[in-house]
């Protein structure tokens, strides 16, 4: 009698540990669907989404950046976007992947990253005394379903005139080498900045309160619940 009732308690142990490893697991599916990636080699990016508390990981993405010249801003952006973080987005089976991408236009002409010393001085010559807009688009792309998400946001930045000596000492820093339009304004490029209309964040590379509204469309809530 007491040796049925040993296996039945057995049976019942058996049983509620299948139970706790069955819930574990769906939680382990539903924390990887959750997963957030960066799909960004820009140290930048992963400061400001970090700032606001989010955890996730970093995987860069390699994707070709030519486009169509014809292109308008808003399009470019966010075609580079969506390229971004799909090129991670289909390596992973769960996840939300983040991709982002930013440039500088003025008078039609997009400045992306400067290619040498000389470019990063005629990029600044152009900004120099005048007001340029900055384009930042986001991508999101869930990678188990290729539910997504994009869009873009804009920002318009005054700069102060500079002479040519205040240029090419502000180049000889280093700062614009990696960065659109060949400055930084959360950097020594503030200096150079007389004042934005619209989101600082664009101009930094990653509209937060734009990402944060994405996010919320796959909900995630970034004040948590
Ligand atoms: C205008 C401006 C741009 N930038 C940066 C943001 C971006 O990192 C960079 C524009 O280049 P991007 O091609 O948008 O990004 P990236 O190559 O640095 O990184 P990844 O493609 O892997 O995501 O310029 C600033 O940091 N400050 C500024 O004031």
């Given amino acids: 009698m007491q040796g049925i009732f040993v296996k039945y ?66 399009a470019l952006v966010q075609e580079l976007a969506y390229r971004k973080a799909h090129d991670v987005a289909k390596s992973l089976k769960y996840g939300l992947v983040i991709g982002a991408d930013t440039i500088v236009v003025i008078d039609d002409e997009v400045l992306g990253k400067p290619t040498d010393v000389q470019d990063a001085i005629r990029m600044l010559s152009r900004l120099q005394g005048r007001t340029h807009s900055v384009y930042s688009g986001i991508a999101i792309i869930d990678a188990k379903t290729s539910e997504k998400r994009i869009a873009y946001s804009r920002t318009d930045v005054k700069m102060r005139s500079l002479s040519a000596s205040e240029i090419e000492r502000y180049v000889s820093t280093g700062e614009p080498m990696d960065k659109a339009g060949s400055y930084a304004i959360q950097g020594i490029g503030a200096i150079l900045i007389d004042s934005i209309q619209g989101d600082y964040f664009t101009v930094v590379g990653l509209p937060l309160s734009l990402l944060a509204s994405m996010l919320s469309t796959f909900d995630i809530d970034v004040l948590g619940t």
């Avoid at 019942?12 to 706790?20: E, G, M, R, S, T």
């Avoid at 990016?45 to 955890?55: D, F, N, Q, V």
């Fill in 9 to 74: 308690e057995t049976q019942l142990q058996a049983k509620l540990i299948l139970v706790i490893l069955t819930i574990s697991q769906g939680l382990v599916i539903c924390v990887n669907e959750r997963r957030i990636v960066l799909a960004s080699g820009s140290p930048r990016r992963r400061e400001l989404l970090a700032g606001i508390g989010l955890s996730f990981d970093v995987i860069v993405s390699h994707v070709d950046e030519t486009v169509d010249e014809e292109m308008d801003p808003p």
